[in-house]
């Protein structure tokens, strides 16, 4: 998708604009318009100076106060596109569920997914604290002009798949968003602390589907083996371009609304999650991942951005899919909206007519 | 996801009895009825709560954080209200 097909291309208050800091989750959806500066009064300085100085004092910022244009819409499109990420994260998951091979692993991923729906109502609550309605944030996503996150526009092909997006996926979330509990934006900090509260549960039993297949038969092993050739890559990618690329992070850092760089972010999550593949006796995907003795952290090898690069801007395996999804359910659920609003008339219809009767 | 025309709802959970209900957040309904289930749906997956309250949002009357300063200021200078502005020698007990 380019910048010029999307009808709020040119409204930077919009979040449809092509955005090539776009990563994930939450990491690198901070790049802003340069249209979008603002021309500071008398006024407004003397406001940006109290809002600089209690976010320096790591007060948090609420809703009704003031703050500048653009941190409003900076968290405006971090906080909707996380929604929306979490939104559309049910789908890869979902697929599985009918298809759980024991009872126990059904009902957990059906928790599990539940949980993504409440993470994505928490933070649409959230956004909408900073003055936009929920029903834009959700028309923007099924016009296809919002982004979310790269990762789920990839297949989930066997079972081992839910294993590696629990362990990876979830991880990297997690690591992503422990920082973001202490942003200075009030709502949404308070959100995050919520659904870090309730990602563990993710994480843990994505890891224990890959330790089962590990320890199982040969074919077991090697599902799990290709769940992870295939997740590794684009779970390492969840934290955005990296530092050189990522132009915007110093102001979101100013603001504290990110805490690490995308790269810090991204060797922390190597750094734990290698050892637990060789935990599980399963090969990292990176002829290059070594142990540097020196530095105490893990080398890699050349991340391939040109594929992060195509997926966000579209051209993934299921992106179409995924959207697909998101409006026939839309669609689908349009005449349970609509009789829920019908009833809720007609009730106070019938309130009114008590009163005025007696 | 919502209709247009369904009002926002402020959600207030007792998370123990004793305790306070607290606000959580908000989400859309059609009415009170089913904004205290989907409340329950979306604040209480597991357990947070034995209370929720429910107020639509436009229902609720906030102080103005620019005034906040002028507003609390009458409490400001009363120091006198805290147990610690009175000096009580050292010996004296249980006071
Ligand atoms: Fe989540
Ligand atoms: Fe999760």
């Not at chain 1, 910048?3 to 709020?8: A, G, I, N, T």
């Not at chain 1, 649409?124 to 309605?133: H, I, K, M, R």
């Not at chain 1, 839309?330 to 005449?335: D, I, L, N, P, V």
Request: net charge neutral.
């Amino acid at each position: 998708m380019t910048h010029s097909e999307l009808p709020y291309a040119n409204s930077c208050v919009r979040l449809g604009h092509y955005d090539p800091e776009l990563a994930v989750y939450t990491q690198g959806l901070d790049s802003l318009g340069k249209d979008c500066l603002q021309t500071p009064s008398a006024d407004t300085a003397a406001l940006t100076a109290r809002f600089d100085a209690k976010v320096e004092r790591d007060e948090k910022i609420e809703p009704k106060e003031w703050m500048p244009d653009a941190y409003r819409r900076t968290l405006v499109r971090q906080i909707s596109q996380h929604a929306h990420s979490e939104i559309v994260g049910m789908l890869p998951e979902g697929n599985w569920i009918t298809r759980a091979p024991t009872l126990r692993r059904k009902a957990v991923l059906i928790a599990k997914v539940q949980d993504e729906g409440g993470h994505g109502m928490y933070l649409y609550s959230a956004a909408e604290t900073l003055g936009v309605s929920r029903d834009e944030l959700v028309a923007q996503l099924l016009a296809g002009t919002a982004k979310y996150s790269s990762i789920f526009n990839y297949p989930t092909l066997t079972w081992a798949d839910i294993g590696a997006i629990g362990w990876l996926v979830d991880g990297a979330a997690i690591m992503n968003q422990i920082p973001i509990c202490r942003c200075s934006y009030g709502p949404y900090a308070r959100a995050m602390v919520r659904i870090c509260r309730e990602e563990s549960f993710h994480q843990r039993q994505g890891f224990e589907i890959m330790m089962t297949l590990a320890r199982g038969t040969p074919a077991q092993r090697a599902m799990a083996q290709d769940a992870l050739n295939r997740w590794w890559w684009p779970s390492v990618m969840m934290f955005g371009p990296s530092d050189a690329e990522s132009q915007h992070t110093a102001q979101s850092m100013r603001w504290k609304i990110k805490r690490f760089t995308n790269d810090e972010l991204r060797q922390h999550f190597i750094d734990v999650t290698a050892p637990q593949a060789d935990f599980l006796k399963l090969t990292v995907p990176d002829p290059e991942l070594r142990w540097d003795e020196a530095t105490q952290h893990y080398r890699c090898g050349e991340i391939d951005w040109s594929e992060f690069h195509r997926v966000v801007k579209g051209h993934g395996p299921c992106n179409r899919e995924r959207l697909q999804a998101r409006r026939s359910a839309h669609e689908q659920g349009r005449w349970v909206r609509e009789a829920a609003s019908a009833y809720a008339e007609k009730t106070r219809a019938r309130a009114r007519r008590l009163e005025e009767s007696a | 996801m919502t209709s247009p025309d369904w009002p926002l709802f402020e959600v207030f959970i007792r998370s123990r009895s004793g305790l306070e209900h607290k606000h959580v957040g908000s989400l859309h309904a059609v009415d009170a009825r089913m904004a205290l289930e989907h409340a329950r749906d979306v604040y209480t997956r597991r357990l947070e709560g034995v209370s929720i309250w429910v107020a639509r949002s436009s229902d609720i009357a906030a102080s103005d954080p620019l005034d906040a300063d002028a507003f609390f200021e009458p409490a400001r200078d009363k120091v006198y209200r805290h147990p610690t502005f009175y000096a009580i020698p050292e010996e004296v007990k249980n006071l």
